[in-house]
Nanobody, 125 residues
Framework: QVELVESGGGSVEAGGSLRLSCIVS???????LAWFRQAEGKEREGVAS????????DYADSVKGRFTISQDMAENTVYLQMNGLKPEDTATYYC???????????????????WGQGIQVTVSS
């Protein structure tokens, strides 16, 4: 079992920055951690992921150069630093964990079994 709790969301103007945090706990062996988002009326999409065994990081094309995923193993926390925010980044953001061994879960939501409750990010123009 893995528990994830997000924090750090809120409302900002376009061009602003936010940092999301996700505290990861539980006994499950997580292999990949990721951030997803879901805008109203749209499907959930992968934003950024990190494969813990190799450190491989993947980003959605829409956020490359603006968002950075990182982790603090000592704090059991994964972060999403979001810079240069745009109105189209408005969504509910979810932290997720995959326990698939020897599989790079990447940005595929179906490979993640554990999800946080979600946190709202609103970017105004």
């Amino acid at each position: 079992q893995v528990e994830l709790v997000e924090s750090g969301g809120g409302s900002v103007e376009a061009g602003g920055s936010l940092r999301l945090s996700c505290i990861v706990s539980g006994t499950g062996s997580r292999r990949s951690l990721a951030w997803f988002r879901q805008a109203e009326g749209k499907e959930r999409e992968g934003v950024a992921s990190i494969y813990l065994l190799s450190g491989r990081i993947d980003y959605a094309d829409s956020v490359k150069g603006r968002f950075t995923i990182s982790q603090d193993m000592a704090e059991n926390t994964v972060y999403l630093q979001m810079n240069g925010l745009k109105p189209e980044d408005t969504a509910t953001y979810y932290c997720a964990a995959s326990t698939l061994n020897m599989v790079v879960a990447g940005l595929a939501p179906g490979r993640y079994s554990y999800w946080g409750q979600g946190i709202q990010v609103t970017v105004s123009s």
